[in-house]
């Protein structure tokens, strides 16, 4: 089956770091790009990081300079590491796969996880 | 960074209706424009992806179009399991931007 599982959420104090873990399974993280998501409570879905199939990779400026996205091929997990974490991190964190279809990429995320509360409160 | 504005930010319809969302980009994406439902406390599905192609699995009630800055997401007949909030998403340019969502939900 082709799932993504997260973990690693929880609760922060402001100026501290999470790591957070994306577990694939049924499909190689090393052979799509993938990407991380975020959703403050009751808020909208806020794109944060990709990382491209070659491993190039990008991020939204709100948390550029503080969060790291990568990959481990050898366990097939994707990761996210955030530091100087703030309160307006506070949100549910997505894992997903990006779609590739016919030839073309970067058509939208087609398999997500089920999301890890970041929590940034003193 | 490019602004995805879609409307209505919220619709009240009844089991049967046609439902209209439309989303606006702040410049020309091409057909980079992905739709997707959310269900509260559920991970966002895909719909549609590259403006108006079905992905797999989602119910031909379902379709999209549009192409360069206007997009529109259209269920044809409204089913109880699609009481949802709907989002648009460019990847068209990074950084990725999400429209505000719009919520349907039962009139």
């Known amino acids: 089956e082709v799932q993504l599982v997260e973990s690693g959420g929880g609760l922060v104090q402001p100026g501290g770091s999470l790591r957070l873990s994306c577990a694939a399974s049924g499909f190689t993280v090393g052979g799509n790009y993938m990407s991380w998501v975020r959703q403050a409570p009751g808020k909208g879905l806020e794109w944060v990081s990709l990382i491209y199939s070659g491993g190039n990779t990008d991020y939204a400026d709100s948390v550029k300079g503080r969060f790291t996205i990568s990959r481990d091929i050898s366990k097939n997990t994707l990761s996210l590491q955030m530091n100087s974490l703030r309160p307006e991190d506070t949100a549910v964190y997505y894992c997903?796969?990006?779609?590739?279809?016919?030839?073309?990429?970067?058509?939208?995320?087609?398999?997500w996880g089920q999301g890890t509360m970041v929590t940034v409160s003193s | 960074d490019i602004q995805m504005t879609q409307s209505p930010s919220s619709l009240s319809a009844s089991v049967g209706d046609r439902v209209t969302i439309t989303c606006r980009a702040s410049?020309?994406?091409?057909?980079?424009l992905n739709w997707y439902q959310q269900k509260p406390g559920k991970a966002p599905n895909l719909l549609i992806y590259?403006?108006?192609s079905l992905h797999s699995g989602v119910p031909s009630r379902f379709s999209g179009s549009g192409s360069g800055t206007d997009f529109t997401l259209t269920i044809s007949s409204l089913q109880p399991e699609d009481f949802a909030t709907y989002y648009c998403q460019q990847s068209y340019s990074i950084p990725w931007t999400f429209g505000q969502g719009t919520k349907v939900d039962i009139k």
């Open positions: 410049q020309s994406i091409s057909i980079y």
């Open positions: 590259a403006a108006s």
């Open positions: 997903a796969r990006g779609y590739c279809s016919g030839g073309s990429c970067y058509l939208g995320l087609d398999i």
